[in-house]
């Protein structure tokens, strides 16, 4: 561990591996998990019983819910939420008896997704920024910035805003979110805020 234990807080149940670096003012609960060479930045919430495996890569402000598991190659932005129980993935074809640590994939999250409850996102599939994953989807494709997508496996049914709401486009293909009063605009099929 490179940091003072000053700068964030560790209960006394969280195991902290050598090496790791965890920025001022994380938490990190119950019989949680960080291990060596993984990063987590500031202001971060860590929850019970997480497990960060080596080489992860958390931003600023990342709130992870009880019983999450990220393993290596995953690497998220600042402001992402990862919902209880949720779960990446790291290699493709796992077998107990082949050793494929070698070909661990990486998935990036961007910036302000949000993972839902139970979500599965198999590994090499990135999530665009302000992404919404629906509970108990399961990833197995690169999904948009600002998509919604939902149910096993999951697709894209809508669109939501960088506040978490569901974005409406009239027929100029433009919306606008009801709580931050920005608007949005759907273009070839993507979105971008105005």
Sequence with gaps: MENSEKDFYAHETAIID????????????????????????????IGQN????PGVVLGRNVKVQ???????GVICDDDVFLGPSCVFTNITNPRSAVNRKSLYERTHVGKGATIGANSTIVCGHDIGEFAFIG???VVTKGVLPYAL??????RQVGWMSEYGHKLVFDSNGRATCPESKQNYFLQEGKVTKG
């Design 18 to 45: 050598q090496g790791c670096a965890i920025g001022k003012g994380t938490k990190i609960w119950h019989f949680s998990h960080v291990m060596s060479d993984s990063v987590i930045g500031e202001e971060c919430n």
């Design 50 to 53: 997480v497990v960060i495996s």
């Design 66 to 72: 009880n019983n999450v598991s990220i393993y290596t």
């Design 135 to 137: 509970a108990g989807a």
């Design 149 to 154: 997508v939902v149910g096993n496996p999951a």
